[in-house]
């Protein structure tokens, strides 16, 4: 006996519609919610990835001669307990240490800021030959008869010992270039009694973006200092600080064919809080404004009216 | 003796085609009253001012890669879809206007064949034409304005650091350039706008949007731009922002895009008024010209994704008004099914998140400082 059983036909169901979740779509809901995450910089991812708007921030110089080895903050710097800055100025050289000797040696560590850009080693050597070269690296970034003297360069970071190797004495100056923003205190002959502010304005734009207070002192010895307060120009290695008989310049055309400006000093910095000697031959009462030149481009930067 | 009667068959205009291995296949060609072209040829005008006399930001190059790429893929797209050779009128218009908004930091004006930033542009071509052609959740037209949410991706995505607008102002405030620029906008507000008939949309936004900012601008914000030392408050924040020909340019161009935008009169007025709240509300908080400028942009990625809910209630206002009964899904079904569809789900992502991530700028000190200057060659804007 066979249990064959016959069914009927079961009425076929149309089939039920795909499901419109397939991996291509799928993956294209991800991808989207994945460019939105990106674009609300979710964890800083697009900060990660593609760039940040501005530099990390960094500890800020201290003054012209590193100390510890690097930037430090002073009272001068921003406010904040960290004193740091997204800023950026010009790369300049910040000095690092003097190294002496005689004949060949190996000297001792010498602290390169991490952040700095390159070293450079501004020698003399009387006598015989004089070769430098860094711990990291052979080949050495000084090779001289003697006497001369010279610069020589190198990119080493952090720790650096350096081997010397020379037949009589010599002398190395080192420089780091570091493209941090310096705050120098206010020089003391600015605060101290029979010290006075004879002029102050605030940088306004004119072919560059410039910010900041200029502040003009008398000193008790009768020259004159002027200062920079939170202090930025857009970066460039050749700009001047003058002192304008104008009362305003609005344009590079008026500042040039004005009245003669007087050179106050070349600006290595271009972000913080600067002091500068007023040249002793420049009278300052003839003068109502501070413009920022730069000569190779025969452009006027930045100017503040003085008041 | 009488002329023999003729029977004439009119032969039929030859419809333009091209064989390809032994295939007939159609080609259309541009139509001159295709409104897409008026507005091309505004949008070249304004390029060509642009290039010449208002220092714009942007290269040849740029606007030619863009254009090329959006045309190409348009024409690509619409080939596999419809098996024709279509000119690609829409995909030029949105490569045109894409790389009239968009900049790649650091692009110098007069450098006119530099590819600085050339993948920027081309990722929001790229954006564009996906958007187009991939989301389209409802009755089968995409949601979307192809170059709006292709401009907001790539600014958000790409960030502050790579890419900014076009700045809102070209230059003086009565300046020869600009007074000519604007002329071109207000002409061509008027060319476009008529045979669509967007101009009570247009106004509905221009008014809505011209008085809550007036109202911001007497509470006192401001903002910060690359262009103008100092902040800009008081009438010139009202200026700045509602007279702008950049704003204009988003008015009379861009949302009034009527593939985009409702079809019915109610509806787009509704749509004018949504999108100028939504952008007022975005810009509130903003400091800087890189948010306003994305507050406007995302405004309009956001309202575009409300036009099937726009339309959905003007429908049943006017069913009410006749006494019948809309033949609907009930709400819930509808919902249901709707978050069942990828496209519907991706749509509902970008809608949101291009308003929320417009507000992540709120207080972001780099772009403040960016819009400031204070960035050096780091960040040229």
């Avoid at chain 1, 081997?163 to 780091?176: E, H």
């Avoid at chain 2, 894409?98 to 900049?103: A, G, K, P, Y």
């Avoid at chain 2, 401009?151 to 003086?172: D, E, M, N, S």
């Amino acid at each position: 006996m066979t249990d064959t059983l016959i069914r009927p036909p079961v009425p076929s169901e149309p089939p039920p519609p795909p499901s419109p979740w397939r991996p291509g779509p799928v993956l294209a809901v991800i991808g989207v919610l994945v460019a939105a995450l990106l674009g609300g910089n979710f964890l800083g991812w697009r900060d990660r990835f593609i760039g940040a708007p501005t530099a990390a921030p960094v500890a800020v110089a201290s003054g012209r001669q590193a100390t510890d080895g690097g930037a430090t903050a002073t009272s001068a710097a921003p406010s904040g307990a960290t004193a740091k800055s997204v800023l950026r100025s010009n790369p300049w050289w910040q000095g690092v240490t003097t190294l002496q000797g005689t004949g060949s040696t190996t000297t001792a560590p010498v602290a390169i800021d991490p952040s700095a850009l390159q070293f450079r080693a501004t020698w003399t050597c009387q006598t015989g030959h004089l070769t430098v070269a860094s711990n990291s690296r052979p080949r050495p970034f000084v090779d001289s008869s003697c006497p001369s003297n010279n610069v020589g360069y190198g990119v080493d970071k952090g720790s650096v010992t350096l081997k010397v190797t020379a037949d009589g004495p010599w002398t190395i100056k080192i420089d780091q270039q570091i493209d941090v923003p310096l705050y120098e205190p206010p020089l003391p002959a600015m605060t101290s009694p029979g010290a006075s502010v004879v002029a102050k304005g605030d940088f306004y734009r004119v072919d560059q973006v410039g910010q900041g207070t200029v502040t003009i002192y008398r000193l008790p010895s009768g020259t004159y200092a002027l200062r920079l307060d939170d202090f930025f120009v857009t970066p460039n290695s050749d700009l001047e600080i003058r002192l304008s008989p104008l009362d305003a310049p609005k344009s590079t055309d008026q500042f040039a064919n004005g009245p003669q400006s007087a050179l106050v000093k070349s600006l290595d910095v271009t972000a913080g809080a600067l002091n500068f000697d007023i040249p002793p031959e420049v009278n300052v009462r003839q003068y109502h404004s501070v413009v920022l030149w730069c000569e190779v481009q025969h452009s006027a930067y930045a100017a503040a009216s003085l008041s | 003796m009488t002329s023999p009667s003729t029977t004439t068959t009119v032969a039929e205009k030859p419809k333009p085609h091209v064989r390809i291995r032994g295939k007939d296949i159609p080609v259309v060609l541009p139509n001159r009253r295709d409104p897409r072209l008026r507005l091309s040829a505004i949008i070249f005008t304004l390029q060509f001012l642009g290039q010449s006399v208002l220092g714009f930001k942007l290269s040849i190059a740029q606007i030619l890669v863009t254009i090329l790429v959006c045309g190409l893929a348009e024409g690509v797209m619409t080939y596999r879809s419809a098996h024709m050779l279509v000119w690609p009128a829409s995909g030029i218009l949105t490569g045109n206007s894409i790389s009239f908004i968009l900049r790649a930091s650091g692009t110098k004006h007069g450098d006119w064949w530099s590819l600085r930033g050339i993948q920027f542009f081309v990722l929001a071509a790229v954006v564009s034409l996906l958007a187009k052609h991939l989301i389209r959740p409802w009755r089968g037209k995409h949601l979307f304005n192809p170059s709006n949410i292709g401009i907001v991706a790539t600014l958000l995505i790409i960030g502050p650091a790579r890419v900014f607008p076009q700045y809102l102002w070209w230059g003086r405030y009565g300046s020869g350039p600009v007074l000519a620029a604007m002329a071109v906008i207000l002409f061509g507000g008027y060319w476009v706008l008529k045979p669509v008939r967007m101009h009570a949309m247009v106004t509905a936004f221009l008014a809505t949007f011209a008085v809550v900012v007036g109202i911001y601008a007497l509470a006192g914000r401001n903002f910060v731009a690359i262009w103008h030392q100092g902040p800009i408050s008081g009438m010139s924040y009202w200026v700045d922002i509602v007279c702008s020909p950049e704003l204009l340019i988003f008015v009379f161009f861009m949302i009034s895009d009527p593939q985009t935008a409702p079809k019915s009169p109610r509806g787009r007025l509704m749509f004018g008024v949504g999108t100028a709240l939504v952008a007022a509300a975005l810009l509130l908080p903003q400091s800087t010209e890189f948010g306003i400028k994305l507050s406007l942009l995302s405004s309009l990625t956001f309202t575009c994704a409300l036009v099937p809910f726009i339309e959905g209630a003007v429908a049943r206002r006017q069913a009410r008004a006749a006494g019948t009964t809309p033949a609907t899904m009930p709400a819930r079904r509808r919902l249901t099914a709707a978050v069942l569809t990828p496209t519907v789900v991706a749509a509902a992502i970008i809608a949101l998140a291009a308003p929320i991530d417009t507000s992540t700028l709120i207080g972001n000190k780099g772009v403040v400082n960016i819009e400031r200057g204070l960035t050096g060659s780091r960040n040229p804007q």
